[in-house]
């Protein structure tokens, strides 16, 4: 069983940053797809970014971006495949919702947005930002 924990999140103004933080433990763990969603009440959780977390393979810290969050949001991954983050910076009132980081083995591929895709959940987090 894998364990994710978020910590971060919270209340912004419009135009200002915040850090989630995404760390993966358990017997079963090992570097994978690690990716970010966010839901609001009433629509379906979207991806929002995913890095593949190998820290090995050439194609290891591969990521990927929805087209809504390209030049604001970035996902680094600590210098252990166990922890990855979510810098957001600039936000937007329509980045509100509760975020959600989750994991899969393998790279992240094409398809990385699917969230049927993706075995372990984290508990989520608020993200609140006003304008």
């Known amino acids: 069983q894998v364990h994710l924990v978020e910590s971060g999140g919270g209340s912004v103004q419009a135009g200002g940053s915040l850090r989630l933080s995404c760390a993966a433990s358990?017997?079963?763990?090992?570097?994978?797809?690690m990716a970010w969603f966010r839901q609001v009440p009433g629509k379906e959780r979207e991806g929002v970014a995913s890095i593949y977390t190998n820290i090995i393979l050439p194609n290891g810290g591969t990521t990927y971006y929805a087209d809504s969050v390209k030049g604001r949001i970035t996902t680094p991954q600590a210098n252990t495949k166990d922890t990855v983050y979510l810098q957001m910076n600039n936000l937007k009132p329509e980045d509100t919702g509760m975020y959600y980081c989750a994991s899969r083995t393998g790279a992240c591929g094409d398809a990385w947005y699917l969230n049927a895709r993706y075995n372990y959940w984290g508990q989520g987090a608020q993200v609140t930002v006003s304008s």
């Open positions: 358990g017997y079963t763990y090992s570097s994978g797809c």
